[in-house]
């Protein structure tokens, strides 16, 4: 289980999902589990037989961003490793990676997945330059 300043990544999460349209944070779960646990979700909910780094599940509303997401820590050390990046980096990617997810960004159609990588990286900003 990954060590995380709670109280930190909750108002660094608030002014990200603000950044938004000034959006809320409701309820946000994060189940961090392994590879097994999230290709057993991905195939029991999506019908998808692969792994992932993160499954998002959307229960927001209006203004409010709310949701249950499986990071498999497996894979974000696996693509921390692909990507060279460091594992806090690459963990702290995919968890608002997750919210980016609940704000309304897509990663899937044609050019989505660069708008969703450039709101990535201007989330990471934050949260290493402290700035909210």
């Keep these: ?4 300043d709670r ?14 349209g000034g959006r809320r944070t409701g309820n946000l779960n994060y189940i961090f589990c392994n590879d097994d646990r ?3 979700v991905n ?6 037989d692969y792994y992932t780094d993160i499954i998002t599940f959307d229960y927001s509303g209006p203004d409010i ?11 974000v ?3 921390a490793v692909k990507f060279k990046s ?3 980096r690459e963990l702290m ?9 609940l704000c309304g960004i897509n990663d899937k159609g044609p050019g989505e997945r660069a708008v969703m990588e450039a709101a990535e990286n201007r989330a990471l900003d934050m949260w290493y330059d402290k700035k909210f």
């Excluded at 195939?43 to 998808?48: A, E, I, P, S």
Aim: aromatic content about 10%; hydrophobic content about 45%; overall charge neutral.
């Design 1 to 4: 289980m990954p060590r995380l």
């Design 7 to 20: 109280k930190a990544v909750k108002a660094w999460i608030a002014a990200v999902a603000a950044s938004y």
């Design 38 to 40: 999230i290709l057993e």
């Design 43 to 48: 195939n029991q909910f999506l019908g998808h």
């Design 65 to 75: 961003v709310s949701g249950d997401m499986y990071i498999s820590l497996d894979t």
């Design 77 to 79: 050390k696996t693509n």
């Design 86 to 88: 460091d594992y806090e």
């Design 93 to 101: 990617r995919v968890m608002i990676h997750g919210v980016l997810h």
